[in-house]
């Protein structure tokens, strides 16, 4: 069976660090993988999507990045946080024609 | 532009009482629709899933159902437990090539015993 995982579960950060959040599937091949992020009590907002290694697309013009080295890792990465990146990071993976998203247990940024 | 958004951003039921957690969508070309549910600090689960050739579709306790005139869907939670407290989205995969992924700005159930 499939499995998501994220790392760290939760971080705390101040402003102006750096981040780095990882994200790897388990039992799948090619998926198709996303970033999400969730402010405090609201929806979802998709940041990055990528179809595979070293294809990324990003949704929303932001000081963060993505990256995939890797079939099955996905990164977000950002050179310096701001207050208004905190929130819970979420990665998703689909396989092709499927469009069922499979979530991992995220990871909640607080930026200080 | 498009977008799917909640009738309702709150929702308190009795246990044991039937749920219905609404969504409204607006492109009539989007043809596959999903219930999700977050539980507090976990990443949203599937619940269930739709298909624009349908109208209604059935799972344990849940039932969806999809009304393309109006372009409404609907959760239905039977015999609601405690253990259904959580946000509700549904998402539109949206149409067409450029398919665009849309959620719904989520619905909070909360159930008192």
């Known amino acids: 069976s499939q499995t998501i995982h994220q790392w760290p579960a939760t971080l705390v950060q101040p402003v102006g660090s750096p981040l780095s959040l990882e994200c790897t599937v388990e039992g799948t091949s090619n998926p198709n993988l996303y970033w999400y992020r969730q402010a405090a009590g609201r929806g979802l907002q998709l940041l990055f999507y990528s179809v595979g290694i070293g294809q990324i697309s990003s949704e929303v013009p932001q000081n963060l990045s993505a990256s995939r080295p890797q079939d099955r890792q996905f990164i977000l990465s950002s050179k310096k946080l701001l207050l208004s990146d905190s929130g819970f990071y979420l990665c998703?993976?689909?396989?092709?024609?499927?469009?069922?998203?499979?979530f991992g247990p995220g990871t909640r940024l607080t930026v200080l | 532009g498009e977008s799917v958004g909640l009738h309702l951003p709150t929702l308190s039921v009795q246990e044991g009482d039937n749920s219905i957690i609404n969504c409204a969508y607006s492109n009539s070309a989007s043809d596959y629709f999903i219930w999700y549910k977050q539980e507090s600090g976990k990443g949203p689960q599937f619940i269930i899933d739709?298909?624009?050739n349908m109208d209604k579709r059935q799972g344990q306790r849940v039932t969806v159902l999809l009304n393309k005139t109006v372009k409404h869907l609907s959760l239905q939670i039977a015999a609601t437990q405690p253990g259904d407290s959580a946000v509700y989205f549904c998402?539109?995969?949206?149409?067409?090539?450029?398919?665009?992924?849309?959620w719904g700005l989520g619905t909070s159930l909360a159930v008192n015993p």
């Open positions: 998703a993976w689909t396989l092709g024609s499927t469009d069922t998203q499979y």
């Open positions: 998402y539109d995969r949206g149409a067409g090539n450029n398919r665009k992924l849309i």
């Open positions: 739709i298909r624009s």
